[in-house]
């Protein structure tokens, strides 16, 4: 069972930073896709970053040149860095993963984490 567990997030001010981490777990040999994405109060969960194991990755268009996805595949895990925040970046964001091997199987997924609340103050 593939387990992810978000780290980082908080209040900011605006143009500030914070780096968000999610540590996948569960035995696992290795994961295809890992990324993140938002829920802000009112709104649609929607897609920030995802990066692949071979370091393929995609950003929304409103994080580019902004935000930064980055991924150390020895340990599971996904980072977000965030630069030049806005009030607009306000949301709950959530790990996810999809292409999971454990046990020898292959597993589609998708798996999500509990979420983390970044707050960005005007």
């Known amino acids: 069972q593939v387990q992810l567990v978000e780290s980082g997030g908080g209040l900011v001010q605006t143009g500030g930073s914070l780096r968000l981490s999610c540590a996948a777990s569960g035995g696992i040999s290795s994961l295809n896709v890992m990324g993140w994405y938002r829920q802000a109060p009112g709104k649609q969960r929607e897609l920030v970053a995802v990066?692949?194991?071979?370091?393929?990755?995609n950003y929304a268009d409103f994080v580019k040149g902004r935000f930064t996805i980055s991924r150390d595949n020895a340990k599971n895990t996904v980072y977000l860095q965030m630069n030049s925040l806005k009030p607009e970046d306000t949301a709950v964001y959530y790990c996810?993963?999809?292409?999971?091997?454990?046990?020898?199987?292959?597993?589609?997924?998708?798996?999500w984490g509990q979420g983390t609340q970044v707050t960005v103050s005007s």
């Open positions: 990066a692949t194991r071979i370091g393929t990755t």
């Open positions: 996810h993963a999809n292409g999971a091997t454990y046990g020898g199987t292959f597993h589609n997924g998708p798996y």
